[in-house]
């Protein structure tokens, strides 16, 4: 059976041994030849860019939630703002002119108390700035203080319920800190 020929396919080698070379053609590595395409770097080359369109969009969506990131970020420092003046932004001052004199009226519209309250007398004609201690408005009332009408308050200080520091300005803006005038 050794040398026999085969049916259609010429005489079978030895084993071990090839008289001729197994295939008809000789291909060499990577080449595409007569019979078709190289599947192994097909493959490859969609391999490659499959994952260079994953890194794209790996890299998109990162920075979409860095974005995202930033803006929630930003929003909680602006809430946690607007709560720390929540009760602050309660406390407010007014100035009354009459026949009477002048004047001035605080009131806290808050259901907290304040303390340490300071208005800032502004007097031209005398000293100039004198510090005037107020008495600490409960929750939800107001006091009025009367003085010459010469003099105007100039800046309302207080603190509130959480020890935070505030003032008030004559054009009625609320800063946080303590200003002294003097």
């Known amino acids: 059976m050794t040398g026999e020929p085969r049916r259609g396919r010429g005489p079978r080698p030895e084993r071990g041994r090839a008289s001729w070379p197994r295939r008809a053609y000789v291909r060499r590595r990577g080449q595409v030849c007569g019979r078709g395409w190289n599947w192994a770097q097909v493959a490859t080359a969609i391999g490659v860019l499959t994952a260079g369109a994953g890194l794209v969009f790996t890299a998109i969506s990162t920075y979409i939630g860095v974005l995202v990131a930033q803006d929630q970020l930003e929003q909680s420092r602006q809430d946690s703002e607007d709560h720390a003046r929540l009760q ?13 004199g002048a004047r001035t009226v605080v009131a806290n519209r808050s259901t907290l108390p304040v303390t340490s309250v300071y208005g800032y007398l502004h007097r031209p004609k005398r000293d100039g ?10 929750p939800c009332s107001r006091f009025t203080v009367d003085h010459d009408t010469s003099d105007g308050v100039a800046v309302l200080a207080f603190t509130d319920s ?8 004559p054009d009625g803006e609320l800063e946080q800190g303590i200003e002294s005038c003097e």
């Open 162 to 169: 959480n020890g935070r520091g505030w003032t008030r300005t």
């Open 88 to 100: 602050s932004s309660k406390i407010v001052m007014w100035t009354v002119l009459d026949a009477t």
């Open 129 to 138: 700035v004198t510090g005037v201690g107020f008495p600490d408005p409960p």
